[in-house]
């Protein structure tokens, strides 16, 4: 599987590693990684649950679209690439959803 918008993003932080981070947020989210980019995953992933509760769509998709990106730095961060992301995901359809949570215990 793949997307293209979403490999070019994750290739676009990619090539950021090494750059100045006084002049690229992504190369500081990768020069502090895990840590920084993982609690910006969180505080996004938070504010996303907010617009969600409150049912402001417009805010839902530009959090969600925040919550895309700061994954792909961890992502990115941690060597795992797309198309590892994309398997599991494949391999987790082979199965229910409950089975799949049960499988992990």
Not at 45 to 52: S, V
Not at 53 to 72: P, Q, S, T, W
Not at 84 to 102: P, Y
């Amino acid at each position: 599987m793949s997307n293209p918008i979403l490999q070019e993003l994750y290739d676009i932080i990619l090539s950021r590693r090494g750059e100045d981070p006084k002049k690229s947020w992504t190369a500081r989210l990768l020069l502090e990684a895990p840590s920084l980019p993982a609690r910006k995953l969180g505080e996004e992933t938070t504010e996303a649950i907010i617009a969600a509760m409150a049912g402001n769509r417009d805010e839902l998709i530009g959090e969600a679209a925040d919550v895309v990106y700061h994954l792909l730095v961890v992502l990115a961060a941690a060597d795992i690439t797309l198309d590892e992301l994309w398997d599991e995901l494949s391999r987790r359809r082979q199965q229910s959803g409950i089975e799949e949570k049960a499988s992990r215990s």
